[in-house]
Nanobody, 121 residues
Framework: QVQLVESGGGLVQPGGSLRLSCAASGSIITIYAMAWYRQAPGKQRELVATITSGGSTNYGDSVKGRFTISRDNAKNTVYLQMNSLKPEDTAVYYC???????????????WGQGTQVTVSS
C-alpha cells in the first residue's frame, strides 16, 4: 500500500505564492510518475501538472508559466510551486502518484487527501 500526505495549502492574496508538498510512503519499489490535480466546487477535476521519474514535465494551459512541478526522488516527494496566484486557482489540490509495489509491480495510482488553496483578497 502507498500513502500520500499533502501539505502547504492555505489562504493567499492574488499575486501571492504557495508551495505544496506531497510525500509518498509505504511499500514503494518504483515511482513512475507524479502529478497534481485540482477540483473547484461544481467543476470537474483538472490536471494541473505531471512529472515523470525521468523529470519530464507537463502543465495545464491555465497554469503554464506560473506553476512549477518538481520532485525529490530520495524523499519520494513531489512539490508544486505556485506563483502569481489568481482567484480562479482556488480549489482543492490533490497529489497523484503512479507507483509500483510488491503487490502490483507495474504500477497503480494513489491519491492524497487533498489540500485547500484559496486565493482571495
Amino acid at each position: 500500500q502507498v500513502q500520500l500526505v499533502e501539505s502547504g495549502g492555505g489562504l493567499v492574496q492574488p499575486g501571492g505564492s504557495l508551495r505544496l508538498s506531497c510525500a509518498a510512503s509505504g511499500s514503494i519499489i518504483t515511482i513512475y510518475a507524479m502529478a497534481w490535480y485540482r477540483q473547484a466546487p461544481g467543476k470537474q477535476r483538472e490536471l494541473v501538472a505531471t512529472i515523470t521519474s525521468g523529470g519530464s514535465t507537463n502543465y495545464g494551459d491555465s497554469v503554464k508559466g506560473r506553476f512549477t512541478i518538481s520532485r525529490d526522488n530520495a524523499k519520494n516527494t513531489v512539490y508544486l510551486q505556485m506563483n502569481s496566484l489568481k482567484p480562479e486557482d482556488t480549489a482543492v489540490y490533490y497529489c497523484n502518484v503512479n507507483a509500483g509495489t510488491v503487490h502490483f509491480m507495474w504500477g497503480d495510482d494513489y491519491w492524497g487527501q487533498g489540500t485547500q488553496v484559496t486565493v482571495s483578497s
